[in-house]
């Protein structure tokens, strides 16, 4: 009876570790960076015509650490390489997370957490109503999650708004 909520808890708790430890990578990856990539003696060029300097910009990922590596593999040494984590501006708030970007603020937990305690009462109360525990532990399910996803959105609707963009 209580294998559903141990599901839904397992699911919630995924979720949110997984986007802390994405969260936590990026913090990591800029300090890695800056430290082995961003050295005080790098020269820049002070001559016209003088080296050929390669410039990008791109978010972080792990691509980047490979790319660096696979330079240096190439024949560039890491004092030739210079790596500049840039600090992303103030960015609105989403109102759902996606696998590349996640803010931390979502629109899951509530549905998540409404939906177990529905499922719950409804696998409770099911043996006493009609249909069974297995159809009102579905319909709670899917009527908790739905609450808590209008919930949710109305919040970020009135208040969200209201609170600074967020930033990195």
Request: one cysteine or more; proline letters at 5%; charged letters at 20%.
């Amino acid at each position: 009876m209580f294998l559903p909520s141990v599901y839904g808890f397992a699911t919630y708790d995924a979720y949110v570790n997984t986007i802390e430890y994405n969260r936590l990578f990026e913090k990591e990856q800029a300090a890695f960076i800056k430290q082995k990539y961003q050295k005080p003696s790098f020269k820049m060029p002070t001559k016209v015509g003088a080296e050929v300097y390669i410039t990008a910009s791109f978010e972080h990922s792990i691509i980047l650490e490979l790319v660096i590596s696979e330079l240096e593999q190439k024949g560039i040494s890491e004092d030739q390489i210079c790596a500049i984590p840039m600090n992303e501006p103030q960015k609105e708030r989403k109102l759902l997370d996606t696998i590349h970007r996640a803010d931390g603020l979502s629109m899951f937990d509530v549905a998540t957490a409404l939906g177990t305690i529905f499922m719950l009462f409804g696998v409770m109360w099911g043996f006493m109503w009609t249909w069974g525990p297995i159809a009102w532990g579905l319909i709670g399910l899917f009527a908790g999650g739905a609450i808590g996803l209008v919930f949710k959105y109305i919040y970020y609707k009135l208040y969200a708004r209201k609170e600074p963009p967020i930033g990195k």
